[in-house]
């Protein structure tokens, strides 16, 4: 599973002082912890505070300790060519976070995308909003599916987010997250991807929720999650997961993590 660290987001109070004191030295540790972790993208957003200013400063903050890839979280055009812009190294596997079918996100997000050819989250999610059901979020998947392979953009770059829902709101969200995983997977065979915490909003034990839902995902196939991979009980999962998918040819990152007593009960 492609690991995407989401510590680095100014929607957390602490990380949102950090980036408004410019304490580059602490945003270096959190890119150098969770990339040693095991993360493959380092997301980035700056959403609270001067947008684009502080995605310039943060990209050449983090560029500059790690090469780990970056992850480019925003719903805003300007911030995210402002990313682009300051990342050095090959834009192309920047991986932009993200775009849907809103007008707004198609005609300014999307050529940038096309631009420089970045993978892509893309949510199914239009101007009407999130839809209520598995079919019309289906539906939505294929029109995404739909407007970037009339620009000739490579579907392997693709990662669908269906966009799940708190539980806690109601008791079929899971189970419909699964079913458009499943749907998904059968019908477009495209990746997936999704963040953990909503799942969990607004019940106890976030933290378990979380680590047993990303199990549940990786069953149906899910190829990415945005999440905290400096908790090692879900690090484990993801590892033990991956072993038991069957993804982990002869369980050689298993036996790494575990020797290096990674693994946690």
């Not at 979280?73 to 682009?84: E, Q, R, Y």
């Not at 699964?178 to 997936?192: A, N, P, S, W």
């Not at 999704?194 to 190829?223: E, Q, Y």
Request: glycine share 4%; with cysteine; proline share 4%.
């Amino acid at each position: 599973m492609l690991i995407i660290g989401e510590k680095l987001n100014s929607a957390i109070p602490s990380v949102r002082q950090l980036i408004n004191d410019k304490d580059a030295a602490a945003i270096q540790d959190l890119a150098l912890r969770q990339a040693a972790a095991g993360a493959d993208y380092l997301d980035l957003n700056t959403a609270q505070g001067d947008e684009i200013v502080n995605m310039e400063w943060l990209v050449r903050t983090v560029q500059d300790v790690t090469d780990t890839p970056l992850c480019l979280d925003s719903t805003s055009a300007p911030v995210i060519k402002k990313g682009l812009e300051t990342v050095k190294g090959d834009k192309s596997k920047v991986l932009i976070n993200s775009i849907s079918l809103e007008k707004n996100r198609i005609e300014e997000v999307l050529p940038l995308v096309l631009e420089y050819q970045c993978p892509v989250v893309g949510l199914t999610l239009d101007d009407d909003g999130i839809p209520k059901t598995a079919e019309e979020r289906m539906v939505l998947s294929e029109r995404l599916v739909e407007v970037l392979t009339k620009h000739n953009y490579d579907l392997e770059k693709l990662y669908i987010d269906p966009l799940v829902l708190p539980q806690a709101v109601s008791h079929n969200n899971a189970k419909m997250f699964f079913q458009c995983l499943e749907d998904i997977k059968r019908v477009l065979k495209v990746k997936t991807v999704s963040g953990l915490s909503n799942i969990s909003f607004n019940s106890p034990k976030r933290k378990v929720i979380n680590r047993h839902f990303l199990t549940l995902c990786m069953a149906f196939d899910m190829d990415a999650a945005i999440l905290d991979p400096l908790d090692k009980k879900i690090m484990s999962s993801v590892i033990t997961n991956d072993f038991l998918l069957g993804k982990d040819r002869f369980g050689k990152k298993f036996l790494k993590a575990f020797r290096s007593e990674l693994l946690e009960d």
